[in-house]
């Protein structure tokens, strides 16, 4: 992979973690149409998400701290319950990770098929979202539906299906206001992706698929995260705007044309 290769799928995860139009299956497509194996694909899509997450550390951090801040003064406050709700929304893709995470791992080499078939499956969760939404919003979100949310994020680890866009989509069909799901859709997310990470470390040091990110070279490796990080940090701040005005209807056409896409070059490659 070169430096150049490793900015544009930087790019391409930055822009995608966020727009619910679904990071891994846009990394998968250019990943292929790049040449690479699966397991430099997987590797470099680790090093990626871990750029994005902390991407939105930063553009979130004055509400993280807060939360914090709260959390921590040991009381049953808004801050409390908030942390409670994310907890809980994690409980639903730990249990993947744990027992299933050798399974999802290999989907991530099944071709661009699969890939296809579930960036229409996006498209259609946004739509349902956009027209059978319900009218009137909740205040505030609840535990079941922070549970159930962590459910639609468990079930993204399909690469091609949208974590943002399922978490959101869930979100909004539960009857949350479009923000609020939003802010909790990227909040959710961040100890779950470096726990990963941290999981993919440790069989690093253990030897295990080393020789997927030695591939990497140096310049690649600081180049992707640089340019993941950065374009991330813009698409956070956009895709709340996004969501707030609710333009999502538009990314479930954007996917349901590289979701046809993928689906056609796979029958001729």
């Known amino acids: 992979m070169s430096w150049i290769?490793?900015?544009?799928?930087?790019?391409?995860?930055?822009?995608?973690?966020f727009l619910p139009v679904s990071s891994s299956g846009h990394l998968t497509i250019a990943g292929t149409l790049f040449g690479m194996t699966g397991e430099e694909n997987l590797a470099f899509a680790v090093l990626v998400h871990v750029a994005t997450v902390l991407s939105t550390i930063v553009v979130l951090w004055g509400e993280i701290s807060g939360l914090f801040k709260g959390f921590f003064s040991f009381r049953w406050n808004n801050e409390t319950k908030m942390v409670s709700k994310i907890l809980l929304s994690m409980i639903p893709v730990g249990i993947v990770g744990l027992f299933f995470k050798d399974t999802a791992e290999a989907l991530f080499g099944s071709g661009l098929l699969l890939v296809g078939c579930m960036?229409?499956?996006?498209?259609?969760?946004?739509?349902?979202?956009?027209?059978?939404?319900?009218?009137?919003?909740?205040?505030a979100l609840s535990f079941r539906d922070a549970f159930i949310i962590g459910v639609a994020q468990a079930c993204a680890v399909m690469p091609g299906l949208s974590r943002s866009g399922s978490t959101i989509a869930t979100g909004i069909l539960l009857g949350n206001k479009k923000e609020k799901v939003a802010r909790f859709s990227f909040l959710m997310v961040i100890i779950p992706v470096l726990?990963?990470?941290?999981?993919?470390?440790?069989?690093?040091?253990k030897g295990d698929d080393a020789s997927a990110f030695s591939s990497i070279s140096a310049s690649a490796v600081v180049c992707g995260?640089?340019?993941?990080?950065?374009?991330?940090?813009?698409?956070?701040?956009?895709?709340?705007?996004?969501?707030?005005?609710?333009?999502?209807?538009y990314f479930a056409y954007y996917c349901i044309v590289v979701g046809l896409f993928a689906v056609v070059y796979s029958q001729f490659n």
């Open 119 to 139: 960036l229409l499956l996006t498209a259609a969760l946004l739509m349902i979202s956009y027209y059978a939404s319900p009218p009137r919003r909740k205040e």
């Open 225 to 249: 995260f640089a340019a993941a990080f950065l374009s991330g940090m813009i698409a956070c701040k956009w895709m709340i705007d996004i969501v707030k005005k609710g333009k999502l209807i």
């Open 5 to 17: 290769e490793a900015v544009i799928l930087g790019i391409i995860q930055g822009l995608t973690e």
């Open 195 to 205: 726990g990963e990470a941290l999981l993919d470390v440790v069989k690093i040091l």
